[in-house]
């Protein structure tokens, strides 16, 4: 059974940073392609970031490029979320996805259901 295990957000302040990491078990790590989405409160949940498999190509929202970074360590079997210079609208509960059939490229076009694996998320909080 897999699971995706994110770590746990928390309250920053405007201009803040954070970093969540996501923890899998039970997934050919190396074989799927990573991501963040996040939804904020009474909106629909949207894409973040992603990874490739080798973790040579990326893809990010464009409200969140030069702020984030995503990365993997496959040994780890891991992924992360470094955000920087948080803003108040960044505010959201973060998933972390997986999907064996995609691309880096493609994984924010993914209808929801047709992602492989979902974490259960973690609120990231962002004080103005």
């Known amino acids: 059974q897999v699971q995706l295990v994110e770590s746990e957000g928390g309250l920053v302040q405007a201009g803040g940073s954070l970093r969540l990491s996501c923890a899998a078990f039970?997934?050919?790590?190396?074989?799927?392609?990573m991501g963040w989405f996040r939804q904020a409160p009474g909106k629909e949940r949207e894409f973040v970031a992603a990874?490739?498999?080798?973790?040579?190509?990326?893809n990010y929202a464009d409200s969140v490029k030069g702020r984030f970074t995503i990365s993997r360590d496959n040994a780890k079997n891991s992924v992360y979320l470094q955000m920087n210079s948080l803003r108040p609208d960044d505010t959201a509960v973060y998933y972390c996805?997986?999907?064996?059939?995609?691309?880096?490229?493609?994984?924010?076009?993914?209808?929801?259901?047709?992602?492989?694996?979902w974490g259960k998320g973690t609120l990231v909080t962002v004080s103005s």
């Open positions: 996805a997986a999907d064996y059939a995609t691309s880096a490229q493609n994984m924010g076009r993914l209808a929801f259901k047709d992602v492989d694996y």
């Open positions: 990874l490739s498999r080798g973790g040579a190509q990326t």
């Open positions: 039970g997934l050919t790590f190396s074989s799927a392609v």
